[in-house]
C-alpha cells in the first residue's frame, strides 16, 4: 500500500520509475533514496501534504519538491483507482489521510471488491425479492414466513446497507468458510458447499440423487447461512429442520477447519415426534418410504444412518477438501462421482490421478467403508481386454481373466522387492515381462511392453496411457455384465472403451477386517465408469457430480495428497 500512497504517481512501482527517468539525474537519487522510507513514515508524510494541500499553504515555508500527488488527482480518478486495489488493503488506505478516508466511503469502491472478489452480482439498491438467493426454490419450502414466493420484509433492510459492510463484516470475515468440506459424522461423511448466494454465505449439504439414479443431478439443502441483520454485524442462522431459519452459530476452529452449533435445536422437532421426522427424512434422502424398501437389511441400514446423523443435530465440524487437481494426460477428467453401493444406496466419490494409479477416495460412506477411505484403486499400468461379449456373460470367465492380472501383478510387485525398487507411483514397474506365462498374455494389455527391454523413465511415459489410446483401442466396445453380477441400475452403458485391473476395499460392519479384493475398472465415457467386485460378484456405476464449485482447487498437488491423507485417517 505505501507504494500506491507514494507521491510520485498512480499505481505500481514501475510507473514510478518511468516517471523518475524523466526527472533530472540528482532528483532520480533523491527519489531513489526514498524508496526505502517507512511506509509509515509516508503515511504521515502523505497526512501532511493533503494538509498542506487543504490549507492552501503551498507557498508557505521552503518550498517541497514539485511532484505530481496522488492526492492532487481528482476524486471520480481516486475511486476508480481504489476500486481496483484489494479490499483487505483499503481499510490502510483509508488511514493515510481525510481525503482517502472520505473516498473510502464511496459504495462502488466496495461493491465492486464484492464483485470480483466474491462474485457478489446483486445491486443492493435494486435487490428484487427473488435476486436474494438464486436459489430461491429453497427459500420458499425452508421459510414459513415467505409467502406466495416472496420474500416478506423479514429481511434486512437492504435500502440501508452498504457494499463496504458486506465486504468487511460478512464476506471478508467468514471468508475462510468458502469452499467446501466433510462434515465429521462418523462413517457417513458428505459434502458441503459454502458459497456466496446473493447476499448470504449458505451452506449447501450436497446429497446424491435417490438410489439408483445415478444420472440424475445432486440435490442439496441448506444447513446454515450467514448475512447481514444489522448493519455492521453479522448473524448465522440454522437452517436444519423444517422451521425456518434458526440462532446458529459458526465457529473457525483453525486453518481448514470449522464447526457449526445450532442454539434453538427445538425448531428440528416436529409436531408428529420421531415417527415424524423419521418419515420425513426417509422421504427426502430416499425419496420412499420404509413400506417401500422391502429389504430387511437396508430397512436396518436406513434406520442406523437416521438415528446416527440425526443426534448430531447440525453440531458439526467441518475439513476441507480439495477437488482433485487434473493433468492433460489423465484417462479422464478427475473429479467427483455418485455411484452405487448396493444397500447403502448412492455414495459420493473423488476420482484423482496419481502416476500409474487412480484412486476413488469416499466422500460420503456408510458403515462398512466409512467416508475418507479409498474404495477402488485402478492400476493403470494393467488393462485387461474383455472377451466377446458372449464370453463375457460369463463370470467365470471374467474371473479366470481378472486373477491372472492378479497373479501377474503380485509377480511384479515381489520381483521389485527382490530387485529393492521403491515402488514409486510415478514409475513403471521394474521386472522385466515374464515369458513363461504365454497363455495369459493375450487378455492382459501391458503398455509398458511396448517399449521393449528394461523399463526406463522412457518406458514409464510410454506406459501412461494416452488419451488418444481409447479411440485406438475401439471406442465402443460391447459391454455386458456376465450372468450372476448384480447391479443396482440395469441401465448401465452397454459400450466401453476401455477396462483395467483394480481392487476395491471391502470390509465387514464397522470397517472391521478391511481387505482389498479384485475387480475391474470400465470406462465408459468421460463421465461414466464402472467397477465389478469380483468377490461380491457386484457392479457399481458411477456418474460424474455436474456441478461447478469455487474455491475448492487445492493450493498444491501435496495439499491434495495431504488432504486425502488426513480424511482417510480420521476414519481408520
Ligand atoms: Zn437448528
Redesign the pocket.
Known sequence: MAVCARLCGVGPSRGCRRRQQRRGPAETAAADSEADTDPEEERIEAGAAALAGAGGGRGAGPSPPPRCSLLELPPELLVEIFASLPGTDLPSLAQVCTKFRRILHTDTIWRRRCREEYGVCENLRKLDITGVSCRDVYAKRINPRVKSGRFMKILPDYEHMEYRDVYTCLLHRYRHILGLWQPDIGPYGGLLNVVVDGLFIIGWMYLPPHDPHVDDPMRFKPLFRVHLMERKSATVE????HRGP???HIQIVKKDEFSTK????D??RMSGGRQEEFRTWLREEWGRTLEDIFHEHMQELILMKFIYTSQY??CLTYRRIYLPPSHPDDLIRPGLFKGTYGSHGLEIVMLSFHGKRARGTKITGDPNIPAGQQTVEIDLMHRIQLPDVESLRSFNELSRIVLEVREQVRQEQQQREEDGAEDGEGRAPQSPREPQRGPAQPSVELPAEKGGGPADGEAAAAAAPAPEQPAQSGQGQPFVLPVGVSSRNEDYPRTCRMCFYGTGLIAGHGFTSPERTPGVFILFDEDRFGFIWLELKSFSLYSRVRATFRNAEAPSPQAFEEMLKNIQSLTS
Open positions: 440454522c437452517m436444519y429442520g434458526h440462532n446458529g445450532c442454539n434453538q435445536t425448531h428440528h443435530d447440525n
